[in-house]
């Protein structure tokens, strides 16, 4: 199948792209590499969400946007979201990145933290090392042509030893829905170190914008004893497709810990994988989604165990409302040979219109004996005992009700790492829950 | 004024069943009423049709407390009402935590821009949960879940305590409770009559009304109550059983909505 793109993709464009920003040769072959690849692969084909029928051709044009010296220059809805970062942030207005600052103290322990564009100018060696290494090229046609046309994005390089207390912030951020907006993150922690990583994928369209796909891939490479915490809150407006993918390799006894809020109110495909490499690597998966009017949503969730003694946790829990859809996979893979390992998980959807749909299939794909695996799912609505319960104590029907979804969503939302992350998710909640 | 709390006649049906055949009840400010009866019999069924269970249609009578009529409220117009009903069953909700779910019932009795400040909350629930000697990471669980059945029972007091209620149902209140458990639910009941206050209490053991002495005792059968007296009838249940309430009546079976 052909897609007619909004942009054309090829190794002209992408070529004269590539040269446009400066980069390095290596860059501008995988580039050309990728937008090749695009025209043969086909999309990706999560179960039962048809994302092909999607506008997934509306990626936008290449466009430019000035530097800024501070957050206090982006429009203060953008602005509130990269408040208080202290150890870094990084901000990337649609197809490119205005801001980027690092603590010095940090900067001097030899931490990187800019965009990846600069990133790649700047410290060629250590992106070409790992660039396109956990989610390939070739997988598909998204994770080819998202290779071809990413910008922005992230480079987030945490030398041995290091631990970083503070979070690092990223604000991915979209006010023109005709600009590519394809950030890019890579993640890369060296043995022992330690650091918590968040971003926020926003968009400020307003009335009647055209349709925007927006691709979004994360790599993270946790070595050796390292503990990697990623954090992100999407909630882009209904012109917007979200398309991401994040994937994780953990190598020995190394830990990382996914938080994920899905609450674009868009057509969503949200793929997040651990691969558990390395013996003892450890991974753990917090998903929230609330789905409303018709949008339609595919989130998966994934831990492949290759390593003995890995660990996996995936927990999902997804509220839906009105026509939506969410098709929720868990997907635990154990390979042959990672035994004693231990993967569950667990999704679970609340219903709260009739027209809604939600499906949570657990996954389990075991090919070792010598492991433990568990899952649970269901699919229900608003208890009405509950819900009197909490009446006879004179509290109204809405307040009662929701209680009960907050406190549905509430194992993931308490585990959110940093309180004005979560005060943002919690106001987003409330804001999908009651609009 | 001192309370004032009346069922004229109440009949209420659980899916097209007629359980509660005509309940007339009385009760006053200050004092203390117990329902006794085999299982079966509707005590239950009569605590929810007062609170307005969705599932109990009320198909005749008036519950009135102080002038005004219980049945044309909602269910959470009726707390606030100053109606309690502590649960044979309480329900278990995940995620809400005990003493976010008690907050918010307090305020949900106050008027917007007055909601009671955390701190005094606070203060006033650790006063609360010490006397009923509950561990003070009780506030910080999740409502009832994973509670034992006695620390389902003892959070119930705790929220009547913090409610304030006029009118109290207290269903089996006492099952469930070890023996110490049980003085310190009774002694949390006893700490709350007063003169604006009236309990109902629902109960298959003398023992409970050892320690919550009441001034009326009622007996259920058939969805009627068709037996009442002072604290001696209960004593006389407790040593002698029902038979001798049924022969007097004429009652083979006393349960209703079997079939
Ligand atoms: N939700 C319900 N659905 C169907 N039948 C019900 C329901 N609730 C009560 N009943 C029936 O109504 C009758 C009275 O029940 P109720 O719970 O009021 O008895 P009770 O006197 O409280 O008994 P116990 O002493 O065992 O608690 C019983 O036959 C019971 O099965
Ligand atoms: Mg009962």
């Known amino acids: 199948m052909s897609t007619q793109l909004s942009t054309p993709v090829n190794r002209q464009t992408v070529s004269a792209l590539s040269q446009s920003k400066g980069e390095p040769a290596w860059l501008e072959e995988l580039r050309i590499k990728g937008a090749e690849l695009a025209e043969t692969l086909e999309w990706p084909t999560p179960e039962k969400v048809r994302i092909s029928r999607w506008n997934l051709a509306a990626i936008g044009n290449h466009t430019s946007q000035t530097r800024i010296s501070s957050v206090s220059e982006l429009p203060s809805s953008a602005s509130e979201l990269a408040a208080g970062a202290q150890a870094g942030l990084v901000v990337q207005r649609n197809s490119t990145s205005v801001h980027s600052q690092l603590s010095a103290e940090l900067a001097a322990k030899g931490v990187i933290f800019t965009d990846l564009e600069t990133a790649a100018r700047e410290h060629g060696d250590l992106v070409q090392k790992y660039l396109f290494q956990v989610v390939p090229q070739d997988e598909n046609k998204l994770t080819a042509l998202q290779s071809a046309i990413w910008n922005g994005g992230v480079f987030l390089y945490v030398p041995k030893n290091v631990e970083i207390e503070l979070p690092l912030q990223a604000l991915f951020y979209s006010d023109d829905a005709g600009a590519v907006f394809a950030p890019r993150v890579l993640l890369v922690a060296e043995n022992h170190s330690r650091v918590t990583y968040v971003d926020n994928v926003v968009s400020e369209h307003g009335e009647g914008a055209e349709s925007l796909a927006k691709q979004s891939i994360v790599e993270v490479i946790v070595k050796p004893g390292a503990h990697v915490r990623y954090a992100t809150v999407h909630h882009m407006s209904a012109n917007v497709i979200d398309l991401t993918v994040r994937r994780a390799v953990v190598e020995n006894d190394g830990i990382i810990e996914w938080v994920i809020g899905d609450l674009h109110d868009g057509h969503t495909m949200s793929d997040t994988q651990s691969l558990l490499k390395g013996k003892g690597a450890n991974s753990d998966a917090k998903v929230i989604s609330i789905g409303t009017n018709s949008q339609q949503m595919s989130l998966t969730t994934g831990a492949v165990h290759f390593g003995r003694n890995t660990e996996s946790s995936m927990v999902t829990r997804a509220v839906m409302k009105d026509q939506a859809t969410a098709i929720i996979n868990g997907i635990t893979k154990i390979e042959k040979g990672a035994t004693k390992s231990n993967g569950v998980q667990a999704e679970k959807v609340l219903m709260l219109s009739p027209k809604a749909r939600g499906d949570a299939n657990p996954i389990l794909l075991i090919d070792e004996d010598d492991v433990k695996a568990g899952h649970a799912a269901s699919v229900g609505q608003v208890n009405p005992e509950q819900v009197y319960y909490l009446m006879s104590r004179g509290i109204s029907k809405k307040d009662a009700e929701r209680l009960i979804i907050h406190g549905f969503l509430a194992p993931v939302v308490s585990e959110i790492p940093i309180d004005a992350v979560k005060e943002q998710l919690q106001r987003l909640l409330e804001r999908k829950l009651e609009g | ?259």
């Open chain 2, 1 to 259: 004024m001192a309370t004032q709390f009346k069922i004229d006649g109440l009949k209420a049906a659980i899916e097209g069943k007629d359980i509660l055949k005509g309940i007339n009840l009385e009760i006053k400010g200050g004092e203390v009423h117990a329902i006794m009866g085999p299982n079966g019999t509707g005590k239950s069924t009569l605590a929810s049709a007062l609170m307005g269970h969705p599932k109990y249609e009320v198909t005749d009578g008036e519950v009135i407390l102080d002038g005004e009529n219980l049945l044309e409220m909602g269910v959470d117009e009726r707390a606030r009402a100053g109606l309690f009903l502590g649960m044979q069953y309480p329900s278990e909700i995940s995620g809400v935590t005990n003493s976010d779910f008690l907050r918010s019932a307090i305020n949900a009795r106050r008027e917007e821009g007055k909601e009671i400040s955390l701190i005094k909350f606070i203060r006033q629930m650790e006063g609360k949960m010490k006397e009923l000697e509950m561990n003070p990471e009780f506030a910080h669980r999740y409502l009832n879940e994973g509670f034992s059945g006695g620390e389902k029972k003892r959070n119930e007091i705790l929220q009547m305590m913090m409610l304030d209620p006029k009118i109290v149902v207290l269903d089996e209140i006492d099952s469930g409770l070890d023996i110490d458990a049980l003085k310190i639910v009774a002694n949390g009941v006893n700490a709350m009559r007063s003169e604006d206050r009236g309990f109902l209490i629902i109960t298959h053991y003398q023992r409970l009304l050892n320690y919550i002495k009441p001034d009326f005792v009622h007996v259920m059968m058939q969805g009627r109550i068709v037996k009442s007296g002072g604290p001696e009838l209960a004593e006389r249940l407790e040593n002698e059983g029902y038979d001798w309430v049924k022969d007097e009546l004429g009652i083979v079976d006393e349960t209703v909505g079997q079939v």
